[in-house]
T-cell receptor, first 118, second 116 residues
Framework: AQKVTQAQTEISVVEKEDVTLDCVYETRDTTYYLFWYKQPPSGELVFLIRRNSFDEQNEISGRYSWNFQKSTSSFNFTITASQVVDSAVYFCALSIWDGAGNNRKLIWGLGTSLAVNP | GAVVSQHPSWVICKSGTSVKIECRSLDFQATTMFWYRQFPKQSLMLMATSNEGSKATYEQGVEKDKFLINHASLTLSTLTVTSAHPEDSSFYIC????????????FGSGTQLSVL
């Protein structure tokens, strides 16, 4: 099976708390990309990060950090010192080849709704 | 950065009419474009993948005659919802990539369709 699992449906934290959003994936592709997107109430998807399957280095961008563990097929996302503006739905996605091997497409997790309360 | 323009942002139409949604890549040539549908509080559901100059590849369960996709140029793809019904009401999102590898992928701002 090729899928993305975001087990946390909803998370609620108080401002300034750290929060980790989990993402576990399954794929038979040897080369793939993993993505995180943020979707605020406006609906527009905001790109956060893309990770190549060959690059297991963790990444930090300001208050955001990502932990890619190929051994456990996980690509978790941590927000440090959360802020109210971080409230949104966060999606993890995996790019795979389609059945014919002609195109890549994204497999999406169900999303985690994060509420950061003041 | 690269921009994908999607229009209209929202549309209200009567049942039985057809609605066209446009997706344009403004500063790159989109080898591949995708159309998604999203219901409230749910994930994105891929409807179809389109490559310029060829027929779109529809996902299982998506009606080709209902959701017409045209990718006539490297910068424009359109989704036409034909004979729309209330159950077609949804948020539709397009995305575009200059490469098949999806190394770079850009999203439109979405179209909220409400069918009365």
């Amino acid at each position: 099976a090729q899928k993305v699992t975001q087990a946390q449906t909803e998370i609620s934290v108080v401002e300034k708390e750290d929060v980790t959003l989990d993402c576990v994936y399954e794929t038979r592709d040897t080369t793939y990309y993993l993505f995180w997107y943020k979707q605020p109430p406006s609906g527009e998807l905001v790109f956060l990060i893309r990770r190549n399957s060959f690059d297991e280095q963790n990444e930090i961008s300001g208050r955001y950090s990502w932990n890619f563990q190929k051994s456990t097929s996980s690509f978790n996302f941590t927000i440090t010192a959360s802020q109210v503006v971080d409230s949104a739905v966060y999606f993890c996605a995996l790019s795979i080849w389609d059945g014919a091997g002609n195109n890549r497409k994204l497999i999406w997790g169900l999303g985690t709704s994060l509420a950061v309360n003041p | 950065g690269a921009v994908v323009s999607q229009h209209p942002s929202w549309v209200i139409c009567k049942s039985g009419t057809s609605v066209k949604i446009e997706c344009r890549s403004l500063d790159f040539q989109a080898t591949t474009m995708f159309w998604y549908r999203q219901f409230p509080k749910q994930s994105l559901m891929l409807m179809a993948t389109s490559n310029e100059g060829s027929k779109a590849t529809y996902e299982q369960g998506v009606e080709k005659d209902k959701f017409l996709i045209n990718h006539a140029s490297l910068t424009l793809s359109t989704l036409t919802v034909t004979s729309a019904h209330p159950e077609d009401s949804s948020f539709y999102i397009c995305s575009a990539s200059p490469r098949v590898s999806l190394e770079k992928l850009f999203f439109g701002s979405g179209t909220q369709l409400s069918v009365l």
